[in-house]
């Protein structure tokens, strides 16, 4: 049978079936970690993060439970365990003309700690895979693997990962100029109850950093509770808005409606101590450097979103 993307509900309906059948097939089995969990991948890890917890270091160190899927991922060379389950239904959303692919989110549960030492082993299955589903990037289906993770014989922990495969949405030449610029939007943040408060100071043109008021650290990105004391009740402070480029990327390919790349992303960090990653503004992208001074402004994208970005001076 072929199916499109643009089929009748009754074709839908027989290619949801096709997709429906992939649900409860192996993704991977019997995975093994490349590397045992170890003190350097760690560091480099609370490095990148800004992350100074004693937890993560010293004899009775444990590994960040947010690093629950760094200890099974396969590079470049990927991992020999990949089932064909997994292949094939991409291919089949292909085939249908769902040929593009963006990741959405991903959940995770921790059950127990990662220490340095730990062998991680894995199985993956195809958890779900949606009805039809009509984003702002195009119709599409969205794929959820779930992975167990297991260290000494016992579960340690789950990772989910979600991705939309989708056919881009189409501009036809006669489309009125008003929808035109409605498929060009940048893709809206997702705001919730643990960062609302961060997004309502970007609207009165302030960047708020939480404050944790046990141990007066601070954090970013915003987070429910304190990564020092584990304390949950907190306040702000505005940030000044100086920083410095501590790490960033040019970003030349795929092209990506209402983005004109080349651009660079970087990881800024600020006068406050804490970093946050955000867009350069100011310099051309192949000027931006490692210790640029950087300082905030808010930019408005369109009638509905301003976003915080970072204009470049001199180095």
Known sequence: MTADATGTSEEAARF???????????????????????????????????????AYCGPDAIAPPTMLQAWTMGGLSGHSDRSTAYDELLTLLDGAGFTSVVATDCEQEYLH???????????????????????????????????????????????????????????????????????TLRPRPVVNRDNQGFWDGVRDHRLLIQRCTSCATLRFPWLPGCNSCAGSDWDTVEASGAGTVFSYVVMHHPPFPAFDPPYAVALVELAEGVRMISNITGVPYDKVRIGLPVQLEFLRVDDDLELPVFRGGEA
């Open 16 to 54: 949801q079936a096709l997709l429906a059948a992939f649900e409860g097939q192996p993704a991977a089995t019997a995975g093994r970690g490349k590397d045992a969990v170890n003190e350097p991948m760690i560091r480099h890890w609370c490095e990148a993060m800004g992350d100074t917890n004693p």
């Open 113 to 183: 700690p990662l220490r340095p030492g730990d062998t991680v082993a894995f199985d993956a299955v195809i958890e779900s895979v949606s009805p039809r589903k009509t984003t702002r990037l195009g119709a599409g289906h969205f794929v959820t693997t779930r992975m167990d993770v297991r260290a000494g014989g016992r579960r340690v922990g789950t990772h989910r990962f979600r991705i939309l495969k989708y056919a881009p949405a189409g501009r036809p030449a006669q489309q009125r100029e008003p929808r035109r610029k409605a498929a």
